[in-house]
């Protein structure tokens, strides 16, 4: 009888997205369980990953007594299902797995950190989020930061004993499948309907963003400095592929009216792939202020982009500044316009990053090997 490896998030598109195909290859070892809330969309994963699922309601805010009940009913079936690891990714669903898994007696706790919200919390919510994350890890046998520098940041804030800390690899939670993030893919023709289709000319340099539409990703800042370029250059484009979340992290109100004023920014949505969208794009830019190990950076990486970063955590671990893309200090407008007016100014620079780009994402990222490294760091703990 093979043993039972539970792995949980919060919502479920980030098993969907941030774990896609993790799931399923680690059947070939242990009788897999995906839980997360919203049932539909997570019986959806379990038919793509051939995994089975336990649906779970969580919230991404703070909701004590919802919270409670989930960590209650994860304890049942905890109980029930006697899984010899659960391992939990994001923050609601890292407490709720840990907690619940400690009580049921769960021999191997396992929780990724992919990233801190926290880190933009003051006062007494910062003070409850940092109490939070302690309780995470106090019940965990084992935490796994996905990049050097949240290991660093974990460590500075105390957070846990440094001997339950580990990176897998060189980082990042699921690695990129290189032969799926590859330009090759894309023919002249589809890239040119492409452009077509959203407005952008052929010799327009476009500047990318993937990824939610929020203040903490830089987006207030990115929105200004590309006006400011667009006032000053011609056959500039903003292409932002992604979705509001007015609820948790608004944008400023005129950084939506100037989103929707300016003819240079381009808004698509939310993409099932955005590979189409890097292939017809010229560069990255990911102002992030706080960061994991993001996966976008690695895309984009993948699909021969060169990137502009907040010099943060993963962001500083996949560029190497003047390499394969520039790193520029978070929070900051000018250095984002600097950085996007010497791109799109300087062939000659933006040639040498680009042809950087890819290999330096193939060398270090590659998913199968990410995923090989998980299932030693899951046999080594059990033994």
């Known amino acids: 009888m093979r043993n039972k490896l539970i792995r949980i998030t919060t919502v479920p598109i980030s098993l969907d997205k941030l774990l896609e195909g993790q799931l399923h290859f680690m059947t070939s070892e242990y009788d897999v369980i995906a839980v997360s809330s919203d049932k539909a969309y997570l019986e959806k994963i379990g038919t793509k990953e051939t995994v089975a699922t336990f649906p779970l ?3 991404r805010k703070i ?5 409670f009940l989930a960590v209650v009913k994860l304890y049942f079936f905890l109980k029930k299902t006697k899984p010899f690891i659960v391992h939990t990714h994001t923050p609601k669903a890292g407490v709720v797995g840990m907690l619940a898994s400690r009580m049921a007696g769960v021999p191997h706790r396992l ?3 992919a990233g ?8 007494l919510k910062r003070r409850l989020l940092d109490f939070v994350e302690k309780i995470t890890y106090a019940s965990a046998t084992h935490v796994y930061p996905n990049s050097y520098g949240l290991l660093e940041i974990i460590k500075q804030n105390n957070y846990c004993k440094a001997s339950k800390l580990k990176v897998i690899g060189n980082g990042s939670s699921n690695g990129i499948a290189t032969s799926y993030f590859n330009p090759d893919l894309f023919t002249l023709e589809q890239k040119a309907a492409l452009r077509t289709s959203v407005g952008i000319d052929e010799a327009d340099f476009v500047f990318i ?3 939610r539409l929020v203040k903490d990703k830089g987006i207030n800042e990115l929105i200004s400095a590309f006006k400011k370029l667009d006032q000053e250059k011609t056959n500039v484009k903003l292409l932002l592929v992604g979705a509001y ?6 944008l400023q109100n005129e950084t939506i009216a100037t989103i929707g004023s300016v003819s240079s920014i381009i808004t698509v949505g939310y993409q099932n792939d955005v590979r189409p969208y890097f292939a017809i794009s010229n560069a990255l830019v990911f102002p992030s202020y706080r960061e994991g190990f993001p996966n976008v950076v690695l895309q984009a990486g993948a699909m ?4 502009i970063v907040t010099d943060i955590n993963g962001c500083n671990e996949i560029i190497k500044n003047a390499v394969n893309g520039i790193i520029i200090p978070v929070k900051n407008e000018s250095a984002i316009y ?5 791109l799109c100014s300087d062939a000659t620079s933006y040639a040498a990053l680009k042809a950087n780009a890819r290999q330096m994402i193939v060398c270090s990222f590659e998913q199968n090997v990410v995923w090989h490294a998980l299932l030693e760091e899951y046999k080594s703990i059990s033994t």
């Open 63 to 67: 909701t004590p007594l919802q919270d």
């Open 116 to 123: 801190l919200p926290l880190l933009e919390a003051t006062g």
């Open 111 to 113: 929780h990724t950190v």
């Open 338 to 342: 600097e950085a996007m007016f010497l």
């Open 304 to 307: 021969q982009l060169p990137a």
């Open 245 to 250: 979340e007015t609820d948790l992290d608004p």
């Open 209 to 211: 963003f993937v990824g």
């Open 57 to 59: 309601e969580m919230t």
